[in-house]
């Protein structure tokens, strides 16, 4: 079994700060492409920013200067760290991670449950 389970979401002013952490556990052989997804009411979900196995990033253009994606790799662990927060950045955000299980396992997608960032004006 694989969990992975986000942390850190809350209510925050315009203009404040919140850190996301999502950690991965279980049955876990290697760990690939880490990322964060947002979905706000009545809208698709979006991906905000992605970072590679080697720590490459990349960000969706609304985020961009505004967000930074990190991972541990020794704790199977990814986080987002945002600032300057905005009204429009209110949703509920979901973890990815692109996880094997085992060398012949093949590699799947696992989310976690998602936590609510809610951003007043």
């Known amino acids: 079994q694989v969990q992975v389970v986000e942390s850190g979401g809350g209510l925050v002013q315009a203009g404040g700060s919140l850190r996301l952490s999502c950690a991965a556990s279980g049955s876990i052989f290697s760990i690939n492409a880490m990322g964060w997804y947002r979905q706000a009411p009545g809208k698709q979900r979006e991906l905000v920013a992605r970072i590679s196995s080697r720590g490459t990033t990349s960000y969706v253009d609304s985020v961009k200067g505004r967000f930074t994606i990190s991972r541990d790799n020794a704790n199977n662990t990814v986080y987002l760290q945002m600032n300057s927060l905005k009204p429009e950045d209110t949703a509920v955000y979901y973890c990815?991670?692109?996880?094997?299980?085992?060398?012949?396992?093949?590699?799947?997608?696992?989310w976690g449950q998602g936590t609510q960032v809610t951003v007043s004006s």
């Open positions: 990815i991670a692109s996880i094997k299980r085992s060398l012949t396992w093949p590699e799947n997608d696992y």
